[in-house]
């Protein structure tokens, strides 16, 4: 499984922008799909993952409300939308893809996010 994210850049506090991860691959043992974050000298942290067919969803408490992960099944592309960004969603953005037999996660190159104040 390939993931490539796209949708980074830079932004004002309060805006918003959609992020985009495309799976290729093997994708059809994929079971749970997910966005984590590394702010520059902090360790990588969850944001919200979404499980495949139920679209089930969860999000870490920072970003509850703000934050909105979707998924397109028909284009295995994944989708973060970020509204109401602020200086401390500034990261890099890494797509992940779960498979449960054998386990194993999947990871995408990451792309930047910049909030300036």
């Known amino acids: 499984v390939q993931l490539v994210e796209s949708g980074g850049g830079l932004v004002q506090a309060g805006g918003s922008l959609r992020l985009s991860c495309a799976a290729s691959?093997?994708?059809?043992?994929?079971?749970?799909m997910g966005w984590h974050r590394q702010a520059a000298g902090k360790q990588r942290e969850y944001v919200a993952h979404?499980?495949?067919?139920?679209?089930?969803?969860n999000y870490a408490d920072s970003v509850k409300g703000r934050f909105t992960i979707s998924r397109d099944s028909a284009s295995n592309t994944m989708y973060l939308q970020m509204n109401s960004l602020k200086p401390e969603d500034t990261a890099v953005y890494y797509c992940?893809?779960?498979?449960?037999?054998?386990?194993?996660?999947?990871w995408g190159q990451g792309t930047q996010v910049t909030v300036s104040s």
């Open positions: 691959g093997c994708t059809f043992s994929i079971t749970a």
């Open positions: 992940s893809a779960q498979r449960p037999t054998p386990p194993y996660d999947y």
């Open positions: 979404i499980i495949s067919g139920s679209e089930i969803t």
